[in-house]
Structures are given as structure tokens and as C-alpha cells.
Nanobody, 125 residues
Framework: QVQLVESGGGLVQAGGSLRLSCAASGRTFRLYAMGWFRQAPGKEREFVAAIRWSGDSTYYADSVKGRLTISGDNAKTVYLQMNSLKPEDTAVYYC???????????????????WGQGTQVTVSS
């Protein structure tokens, strides 16, 4: 089992910044990739960004490119630096972990085995 604990959410004005963190613990030796998704009220969970630990490759949704940056630390902790935030970025942000090697897209929720409980990000206009 792998446990994921997110932190760093909060309320910020439009144009501001926040940094989310997610720490993985437990049986992490097969961790292959970690990602961030978000879900706004009444909407489906959507992909935000992901990092593949082999080679530190990163992937982003088009809507966040240039504003949000994913990074990692010791292949167990992932960060999401969020700059130039917009009201439409308001959502619950979820950290996710994929175990074992695979070549499928990291933008799908089905690619992940574990999820955090989520952290609320609210951007006021």
C-alpha cells in the first residue's frame, strides 16, 4: 500500500501563486510516476500535470502550460508550483501515484493506482 498526503492548498487572489506538495509513504519502491489532477464542482476530474521518475519527464494539460510546474524530490515527493492563478483554476487538487513501468498516457485517471484525499484551491477574482 502507498499513502499520499497533500498539502499547500488555500485561498489566493487571481494572479497569485500557491505551491502544493504531495508526499508518498509505504511501499514506494515501485513508484513509476506521480501526477496531479483537479476536480471542480459539477465537473469530472481532469489531468493537470505528471512526472515520470525515470528521466524526470514531465507532462502538462494545455490549460496550465506556462503557469503550473510539476517537480519532484527523491522520487517520493511531488510539487505543483502554481503561478498566475485564475478563478477557473479553483478546484480540489488530487495527487496520484502509478506503480510499475508502463507506456500508457499519464493523463488518464485509469493509469494511477493510488490517490490522495485532495486539497482545496480557491482563486478569487
Amino acid at each position: 500500500q502507498v499513502q499520499l498526503v497533500e498539502s499547500g492548498g488555500g485561498l489566493v487572489q487571481a494572479g497569485g501563486s500557491l505551491r502544493l506538495s504531495c508526499a508518498a509513504s509505504g511501499r514506494t519502491f515501485r513508484l513509476y510516476a506521480m501526477g496531479w489532477f483537479r476536480q471542480a464542482p459539477g465537473k469530472e476530474r481532469e489531468f493537470v500535470a505528471a512526472i515520470r521518475w525515470s528521466g524526470d519527464s514531465t507532462y502538462y494539460a494545455d490549460s496550465v502550460k506556462g503557469r503550473l510546474t510539476i517537480s519532484g524530490d527523491n522520487a517520493k515527493t511531488v510539487y505543483l508550483q502554481m503561478n498566475s492563478l485564475k478563478p477557473e483554476d479553483t478546484a480540489v487538487y488530487y495527487c496520484s501515484a502509478a506503480m510499475g513501468y508502463f507506456e500508457g498516457p499519464l493523463s488518464r485517471t485509469q493509469s494511477y493506482d493510488y490517490w490522495g484525499q485532495g486539497t482545496q484551491v480557491t482563486v478569487s477574482s
